[in-house]
């Protein structure tokens, strides 16, 4: 693959959530594949999992690992093209992405979508925009429409957990929040799970419909209950509305997937990408359940960024740089 920032990047998903699983069991085998390449990880906005098991990734495979929170610690960055900077951006994203490209071999962004304008978010400007001028492989670390590394790790949390011959039924319910959240999360596990070997139904109360690019080949169904039911893999997560775009519309029913509704599936997997607010999306004795695999999936968060940096980085070309140990060898 050249870039990860959805499952279209991926050449043949089954095979990368099996070569997940594999390396898992040697995570140390490709310790030297990443020698002298440099990963740069910028953040738009917070993160602690994407953030840490991005750099452990990274590091496991002899990587250099550059970080920096574009949005605190960078001058302001102008993402449009064309413009006469005589506002308050100081530096074009041609000139910092070009040099960031010349610092880096690999270079993942974190960049949240705005919420205000749904045309924009779903352009994927400042993905594209980094990707038009850096010059090296870019990776999603969660867009303004998809998280990829999370549903990767997602992927192989729920391959690890079912043993049996047919497919399970995976079932992603919306869930209440105190605040907008974006799409991104359920978008990309839609993406993922609709081409993979599962059932899959989404449940979410009328007014939060996802876009339907991620969700064709998804039961969709309205009525949370009749969803949970036989359900073996159950996907907690709120978002705000796509249609009435970046607005929370009432809802009058409780969603909160609690012990009560946790009885109609088929004692499922509960899943969550975190962070979660206890008690208001997912009930506390859910999350500490031990049918829980939540802890299951922020672990693989590690394999899942590992697996990626992997196959870019057996895509590039070696570095022409040798160490005096190496030239002693190939003199001797
Ligand atoms: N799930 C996830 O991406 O967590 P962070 O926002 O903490 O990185």
């Given at each position: 693959m050249k870039h990860f920032t959805t499952i279209y990047d991926v050449v043949d998903p089954n095979s990368l959530i099996e070569d997940a699983i594999q390396l898992k069991k040697t995570p140390y085998a490709y310790s030297d594949l990443g020698k002298n390449k440099t990963l740069g990880l910028i953040f738009l906005n917070p993160s602690l999992r994407t953030r840490l098991s991005t750099q452990k990734a990274a590091r496991m495979l002899g990587m250099e690992v550059m970080l920096m929170n574009l949005d605190k610690e960078s001058w302001a960055i102008e993402w449009n093209d064309n413009m006469i900077m005589n506002g308050n951006t100081v530096e074009h994203i041609k000139d910092a992405a070009a040099v960031l490209g010349s610092y880096c071999d690999i270079i993942g962004m974190r960049a949240f979508p705005s919420l205000t304008n749904q045309k924009l978010d779903y352009s994927e400007k400042l993905l594209v925009q980094l990707m038009k001028y850096c010059n090296v492989p870019v990776i999603s670390l969660e867009s303004a429409t998809l998280h990829p590394l999370q549903s990767l790790a997602?992927?192989?949390?729920?391959?690890?957990?079912w043993k049996q011959k047919h497919k399970p039924k995976v079932v992603l319910t919306w869930a209440p929040h105190i605040k907008a959240l974006p799409q991104a999360v359920p978008n990309s596990f839609a993406e993922w799970m609709t081409k993979l070997d599962v059932d899959?139904?989404?449940a979410h109360p009328e007014g939060y419909e996802l876009c339907e690019d991620y969700t064709k080949g998804a039961t969709i169904e309205h009525n949370q209950e009749e969803a949970l039911k036989n359900a073996d893999f159950v996907y907690v997560k709120?978002?705000?509305?796509?249609?009435?775009?970046g607005t929370m519309p009432e809802v009058k029913e409780n969603w909160m997937m609690d012990m009560s509704k946790y009885l109609l599936t088929n004692k499922a997997g509960i899943m969550h990408c975190?962070?979660?607010?206890?008690?208001?999306?997912?009930?506390?004795?859910?999350?500490?359940?031990?049918?829980?695999?939540?802890?299951?999936?922020?672990?693989?968060?590690v394999v899942a960024a590992q697996v990626v940096l992997k196959n870019i980085l057996s895509k590039l070309p070696a570095s022409e740089y040798k160490s005096i140990e190496q030239l002693e060898l190939e003199e001797a």
């Amino acid at each position: 693959m050249k870039h990860f920032t959805t499952i279209y990047d991926v050449v043949d998903p089954n095979s990368l959530i099996e070569d997940a699983i594999q390396l898992k069991k040697t995570p140390y085998a490709y310790s030297d594949l990443g020698k002298n390449k440099t990963l740069g990880l910028i953040f738009l906005n917070p993160s602690l999992r994407t953030r840490l098991s991005t750099q452990k990734a990274a590091r496991m495979l002899g990587m250099e690992v550059m970080l920096m929170n574009l949005d605190k610690e960078s001058w302001a960055i102008e993402w449009n093209d064309n413009m006469i900077m005589n506002g308050n951006t100081v530096e074009h994203i041609k000139d910092a992405a070009a040099v960031l490209g010349s610092y880096c071999d690999i270079i993942g962004m974190r960049a949240f979508p705005s919420l205000t304008n749904q045309k924009l978010d779903y352009s994927e400007k400042l993905l594209v925009q980094l990707m038009k001028y850096c010059n090296v492989p870019v990776i999603s670390l969660e867009s303004a429409t998809l998280h990829p590394l999370q549903s990767l790790a997602d992927a192989i949390t729920i391959k690890e957990n079912w043993k049996q011959k047919h497919k399970p039924k995976v079932v992603l319910t919306w869930a209440p929040h105190i605040k907008a959240l974006p799409q991104a999360v359920p978008n990309s596990f839609a993406e993922w799970m609709t081409k993979l070997d599962v059932d899959f139904t989404i449940a979410h109360p009328e007014g939060y419909e996802l876009c339907e690019d991620y969700t064709k080949g998804a039961t969709i169904e309205h009525n949370q209950e009749e969803a949970l039911k036989n359900a073996d893999f159950v996907y907690v997560k709120n978002w705000s509305s796509y249609t009435n775009y970046g607005t929370m519309p009432e809802v009058k029913e409780n969603w909160m997937m609690d012990m009560s509704k946790y009885l109609l599936t088929n004692k499922a997997g509960i899943m969550h990408c975190l962070p979660v607010r206890r008690d208001v999306e997912l009930s506390s004795k859910l999350i500490d359940h031990p049918h829980s695999l939540i802890q299951h999936q922020a672990s693989n968060r590690v394999v899942a960024a590992q697996v990626v940096l992997k196959n870019i980085l057996s895509k590039l070309p070696a570095s022409e740089y040798k160490s005096i140990e190496q030239l002693e060898l190939e003199e001797a």
